[in-house]
């Protein structure tokens, strides 16, 4: 009976602080403000992208453009994981382990069924497609590089599972890798030399809605796209085949 | 033309309407079947069938989306069927017995082959 009491008196503090909280924000209105007159941060960000930067998709512009920094070190950070995740699963090899596999080995080596491997022969090529043109198109429509990188790992994935056999050329894989981050970080050097200030976008900008506007933003989506994809990838390949390491 | 466009808008919602019915109809027969094996294929019928009139029905509203949305029902026509035909396989694969007593199972069979074959390869192997 006390402790039921404690609990509802607890309940009726916590709810009366909710409210208060709640009674103060003032759900529902227009904080944007006016976008002839900007008064808060949205609306210089949706007064900007199209009329400065000639970008249709205003988050890409956020993303890649005023805070381009910080997606530089979102990369890194999976970047980081992958690496993680490679030196972290192979290890020492467990005699209860090899067991179990020796008992599951038969079931799980069955190859799978000529339909599934047509159907992801027919998918795969087709993820591809989709995938590079979302991230092609990140400053365009909804979505971008991180998206797209993962639709197009979701088709290797695709493989990976249907085909036994199927293989990701690790060193073309290795070099698209390095190459993509070492073009997001040129671009953001160049930005410094020219303009005085780390991934600074060009002066051109192009038309609103046209495939090539919006000076380096693009470009560095495309290259962010290529990098997301090459190392997700990895990730599934490494995740896929497991191998408990020789004593 | 306004006659036709509000004549495809009213075929497009009817196709909607079908198409709704039959999402509810395998989200029932997901929540309803006892075992995996029924659920897959309640799920599967009936949610690919669903969405397939769903894109139709907005394809009938906006013309203009008529291509874009023919692609994504292809795309739907290939892959619900074969993903849940993977799931019913590797659940089989995996040892989930059906729900009722079983007296025809052929798949069990064409697996017990194939598994004889892959012992004797790994036997030859090991020689």
Redesign the interface.
Do not use: C, Y
């Given at each position: 009976m006390f402790k039921k009491l404690i609990v509802f008196i607890l309940i009726g503090v916590i709810g009366y602080m909710l409210t208060v909280t709640f009674s103060n924000i003032p759900l529902g209105e227009n904080r944007i403000g006016s976008l002839d007159n900007p008064e808060t941060v949205s609306a210089f960000y949706l007064n900007k992208s199209p009329q400065d930067l000639k970008v249709a998709n205003t988050i890409t512009a956020i993303v890649v453009n005023f805070r381009g920094f910080d997606t530089l070190g979102e990369v890194t950070v999976l970047f980081l994981a992958a690496t993680g995740l490679a030196s972290i699963l192979y290890r020492k090899e467990d005699e209860e382990e090899e067991e179990n596999i020796k008992h599951f080995a038969h079931r799980l080596n069955l190859p799978s069924s000529s339909l599934v491997r047509t159907g992801a022969k027919i998918l795969f090529p087709l993820l591809l497609l989709l995938g590079i043109y979302v991230f092609i198109h990140g400053h365009l429509t909804p979505g971008g590089g991180f998206q797209g990188g993962a639709i197009i790992a979701t088709g290797f994935l695709l493989m990976l599972i249907s085909y036994k056999g199927f293989q990701t050329n690790h060193k073309v894989m290795v070099w698209l890798e390095s190459l993509a981050g070492l073009g997001f970080v040129g671009i953001g050097l160049y930005g410094l030399i020219a303009y005085g200030s780390f991934l600074q976008n060009t002066g051109w900008t192009g038309n609103l809605n046209d495939l090539i506007s919006g000076g380096l933003i693009p470009l560095i989506y495309i290259f962010i796209g290529i990098k997301v994809a090459t190392e997700l990838t990895n990730v599934l390949d490494i995740l896929l085949n497991i191998k408990p390491r020789k004593k | 033309m306004e006659i036709i466009q509000e004549i495809l808008k009213y075929i497009g919602l009817a196709f909607i309407v079908m198409g709704s019915i039959f999402l509810f109809l395998g989200a029932l027969g997901i929540y309803r079947m006892p075992d995996l094996y029924n659920r897959l294929q309640a799920g599967t019928k009936a949610s690919t069938l669903g969405a397939m009139s769903v894109v139709l029905g907005v394809g009938f509203i906006q013309p203009d989306w008529l291509v874009k949305l023919i692609i994504i029902i292809v795309?739907i026509g290939?892959?619900n069927p074969?993903s849940s035909?993977?799931l019913a396989?590797a659940s089989y694969?995996?040892g989930i017995k059906p729900y009722f007593k079983k007296e025809i199972d052929a798949y069990g069979k064409a697996?017990e082959k194939?598994?004889k074959k892959?012992?004797k390869k790994?036997q030859n192997l090991n020689e």
């Open positions: - | 795309f290939i892959a074969l035909h993977a396989r694969r995996a697996v194939q598994l892959i012992k790994l």
